[in-house]
């Protein structure tokens, strides 16, 4: 399996998106951010994150301005640093 197919099947499972969504190329972030963000607030939440993920772990240390939410910005810089 290529290290595309690789990241985004360990992302769906992660970030429990349907495998159905995951085809053989990487989501591009915007997407993964649009389909975690279920409320459509532009920001990722605790309550829309899987409690068992590595982005629920990680979660204080990538919310950098401390607001309780994930903006864009910030899910790229996790995305960019998490040991995939």
Known sequence: MNKKKNISLLLATAF???LS???A???PIDSLFKQMDQ???GYINRK???KQSLLA???DKVDKN???NLDNKEFEYFI???DL
């Open 39 to 41: 409320d459509n607030d």
């Open 57 to 59: 772990n990680e979660f």
């Open 80 to 82: 960019a640093v998490a």
């Open 16 to 18: 429990l998106i349907p």
């Open 25 to 27: 190329e990487l989501l």
């Open 66 to 68: 401390k607001d309780g």
């Open 48 to 50: 829309e994150i899987n």
């Open 21 to 23: 969504s995951v085809n």
